[in-house]
């Protein structure tokens, strides 16, 4: 499964970016899920009628991972080891993190500067092929 960040889901919907392609692939072969964090992220963001009604289409072809207990646990977990190394992720990214780790995903992100410091996450690769 692969769960696709905000930063990625942003380059498809504006149709540029090195995660269009990889995202457009994820879609055809229906393995793609974002998380309840990035979909507020889109939504939030999408401040004209127009952008919104197009984050709202795509967000309904894609499946949403919830917070769940289980998702924050170890979202907190993530923070707090983070932190401790004074290597933190910030809130929204260790809420992503603990919801890709609890259901055993890959995540899709170019922000793998952050993401890369979560010990036991898989990152996906970009590149198309």
């Known amino acids: 499964?692969?769960?696709?960040?905000?930063?990625?889901?942003?380059?498809?919907l504006?149709?540029?970016?090195?995660?269009?392609?990889?995202?457009?692939?994820?879609?055809?072969?229906e393995d793609?899920?974002?998380?309840?964090?990035?979909?507020?992220e889109l939504l939030s963001g999408a401040r004209?009628?127009?952008?919104?009604k197009r984050v709202v289409e795509f967000l309904a072809a894609i499946p949403t991972l919830p917070l769940d207990e289980e998702a924050?646990?170890?979202?907190?977990r993530v923070?707090?080891?983070?932190?401790?190394?004074g290597l933190?992720?910030?809130?929204?990214?260790?809420?992503?993190?603990?919801?890709?780790?609890q259901n055993s995903a890959i995540l899709l992100t170019r922000?793998?500067?952050?993401?890369e410091r979560v010990r036991g996450l898989h990152l996906g690769s970009l590149e198309p092929g």
């Open 14 to 29: 504006n149709d540029h970016g090195v995660g269009a392609t990889r995202i457009a692939r994820a879609l055809a072969d």
């Open 48 to 52: 004209t009628p127009s952008r919104e």
């Open 111 to 115: 922000n793998r500067k952050h993401f």
């Open 32 to 40: 793609l899920r974002t998380t309840a964090i990035t979909r507020f």
């Open 79 to 85: 923070r707090r080891e983070l932190d401790e190394l």
């Open 88 to 101: 933190g992720i910030g809130e929204a990214d260790s809420l992503i993190a603990g919801i890709v780790l």
């Open 72 to 76: 924050a646990d170890t979202a907190a």
């Open 1 to 12: 499964m692969i769960v696709a960040d905000t930063d990625v889901l942003i380059d498809y």
